[in-house]
């Protein structure tokens, strides 16, 4: 009896120790992905494609076989700052440049389709002067120099992004015209319904979309152009080259300049709306760099806003408001215009240019969270936090919550309880949504020296997270669970993307962001940030094409990995990602990937690990298995 009863725990033991053992070994990849070429650099891009530039050139992954999706090396090596990706589109566009930084390579990549849809080598261009995806058109418009005739001939192009093939082409000087001006384009084409207009050294040129020149003017030098809706007020953007002002024109439709005289306003645009009585226009001045006498004479660095005249072009504020910082927020409102200041503050003007509340509100820096809500504007920043009447500025809470300056400030609306969770300051502040009434929910002391950098109302209770802390609490603010992890070392590079993937290049036209971005001035309501993710589409809802619907599917889409969360930490055999669940902090998954200093990304939205095995190879994992 007594052997039995020994077996039987042995075998008990045995069984226990085994599943740990399971447990800990490094799980095959369900795809192996080999590049060809010592790996670069990763980057998820916003359809969900995986970009790797190798030093071969790039290369694309799409999960669901072993083969790449796209292998193109016929630029060679591709540094970080010659991809540029579209944004909310679906492709990414890669360019060399040769002799006096003139491009002479262009190509244009459907990253969800793995097709390359253009290239000057196979459509005949020597050098390219400027290569535009337009949404929604779906279109690509190239300009530069061709060879046409043992000559080099200045044309226009124009690309269908869902074929690859080209619509039409024409010159900018038309053929048999003798002129000895150098027409040389200086900035983004603007392509409307009927016809394109082209900013040139010598004028804006409109073209019909048959090539016909339609009319040109004396603007010169422009550099990007935007229009209304209906496509009846363009205006025009000219920044001179050391970045101090910006000239704006405003041209008629049959290429007429509608102001007497361009104005001009200090440094660079960085926000506008076009409205039916004129221009609501930001400007960002730097003057960082400039020192003694220049750095007096220029005044501080600091966002500028004007309201241009439709009729006239002249600032209908007679007195510009004082920002005494950089613009973070800009909403633009029935009555008037709302913006907040990175360094604090948050004001409403009229479109007169009277002052709608009462005096500028003070805030704390950095405005992380401005939101509309059925109490009014609230707005969340590292120091403070309250609700205030959107159309006089008054407190709606008694009090503003204020905290310490926190590096780490995360929110949520808890509507079981009507009220706003708030954490700061190894803290959970809890405000009732209708008294405005603030108490000190829990504290929220993490380990290693970790603060909670998001929370998120769970159907069971309150979820406190970070990289490697995990924390539920009850309604009432107590712990029910805590679970941590200890970081493998500082060293390790790793990042948990939620499918956003940040541009990679800087030096982008305003007018990029302005088409995938109409609604970017609208205050939106107070929403978790998977709706927040979701409404990224609306900017692509009116383009067509197979990828396009593929890219907009992935943006309505719910997380696969919704419940769970990963935390990179030390395991038995080695480092490795570990799958929690959000409700329970069970662990539901481990992958051991058996490198001290892993490099990784999670697509939070496909629930995919990509790690890089080694110099030229990338494994997959389905983490929702």
């Not at 020597?126 to 279109?139: A, G, I, L």
């Not at 240019?353 to 500028?360: A, I, Q, S, V, W």
């Not at 094409?545 to 593929?550: H, K, N, Q, R, T």
């Not at 480092?575 to 051991?592: F, H, P, R």
Request: proline share 3%.
């Amino acid at each position: 009896m007594k052997t039995s009863k020994h077996v039987t725990l042995m075998l008990a033991i045995w069984v226990v120790c085994t599943a740990v053992v399971s447990a800990q070994r490094a799980e095959e990849p369900d795809f192996r992905y080999d590049t060809g070429a010592k790996i670069n650099e990763m980057t998820l891009t916003e359809g969900g494609t995986m970009v790797v530039a190798t030093n071969d050139g790039l290369v694309g992954i799409k999960p669901g076989s072993n083969e790449l999706l796209f292998n193109f090396t016929d630029y060679g090596r591709v540094k970080p700052e010659e991809l540029f990706y579209v944004p909310q589109a679906p492709y990414v566009i890669v360019g060399q440049t040769g002799f006096a930084n003139l491009s002479t390579k262009k190509a244009v990549i459907d990253y969800i389709s793995g097709k390359k849809l253009f290239s000057t080598e196979d459509n005949g261009w020597k050098q390219v002067m400027t290569c535009d995806v337009m949404m929604p058109q779906n279109k690509l418009v190239v300009s530069g120099q061709r060879r046409a005739n043992e000559q080099y001939a200045a044309q226009v192009a124009v690309y269908d992004l869902n074929t690859g093939k080209e619509d039409y082409r024409f010159n900018l000087v038309e053929p048999g015209k003798v002129t000895m001006k150098n027409y040389m384009v200086t900035g983004r084409p603007l392509l409307l319904k009927d016809k394109m207009l082209v900013p040139t050294s010598q004028g804006i040129i409109a073209k019909s979309l048959a090539g016909q020149t339609l009319w040109d003017n004396k603007v010169k030098n422009v550099n990007w152009m935007v229009a209304n809706d209906k496509e009846t007020d363009i205006y025009a953007f000219e920044t001179n080259p050391n970045n101090t002002n910006t000239k704006i024109y405003k041209v008629g439709t049959s290429g007429q300049e509608l102001w007497e005289k361009e104005q001009k306003v200090k440094g660079v645009v960085t926000n506008f709306e076009i409205l039916p009585n004129g221009l609501a226009v930001v400007s960002n001045v730097d003057n960082s760099g400039k020192k003694g006498l220049m750095k007096l004479a220029s005044g501080r660095s600091e966002s500028k806003i004007a309201f241009l005249s439709a009729t006239n072009g002249e600032d209908l504020w007679e007195k510009a408001p004082k920002t005494k910082g950089y613009v973070q927020h800009f909403y633009i409102m029935d009555d008037g215009i709302l913006f907040g200041i990175y360094e604090g503050g948050i004001n409403k003007i009229s479109y007169d240019g009277n002052t709608l509340f009462k005096k500028p509100l003070k805030t704390g820096e950095n405005i992380l969270t401005m939101a509309d809500t059925p109490q009014g504007l609230i707005y969340i920043t590292s120091e403070d936090a309250n609700i205030v009447n959107l159309s006089n500025g008054e407190q709606v809470w008694k009090k503003p919550l204020k905290y310490k300056r926190s590096n780490a400030v995360s929110s949520a609306y808890d509507s079981k309880n009507s009220r706003y969770l708030i954490s700061a300051d190894d803290e959970l502040f809890a405000v009732d949504a209708n008294s405005g009434e603030v108490s000190t929910l829990a504290e929220s002391k993490f380990d290693g020296k970790e603060d909670p950098t998001h929370v998120e109302v769970r159907d069971g209770g309150i979820l406190l997270t970070s990289d490697q802390n995990m924390m539920m609490l009850d309604w009432e603010g107590s712990k029910n669970w805590h679970e941590y992890y200890r970081a493998p070392g500082k060293s390790a590079f790793g990042a948990i993307l939620a499918g956003i993937t940040a541009v990679a290049t800087a030096t982008t036209a305003m007018a990029a962001y302005n088409a995938a971005n109409q609604n970017r001035n609208k205050l939106g309501s107070y929403t978790d940030r998977g709706q927040r993710y979701a409404d990224l589409g609306d900017g692509m809802a009116m383009a067509t094409g197979a990828s396009v619907a593929e890219m907009l599917k992935r943006f309505k889409a719910t997380a696969a990995t919704d419940n769970n969360q990963f935390v990179l930490t030390k395991l038995d055999d080695g480092v490795g990602l570990v799958k929690l669940n959000k409700d329970s902090g069970a662990k539901e998954k481990e992958i051991v990937l058996k490198d001290k200093k892993p490099e990784y990304q999670v697509d939070e939205i496909a629930g995919i690990l990509y790690y890089k095995a080694d110099n030229n190879s990338i494994y997959a994992y389905d983490l929702t298995k």
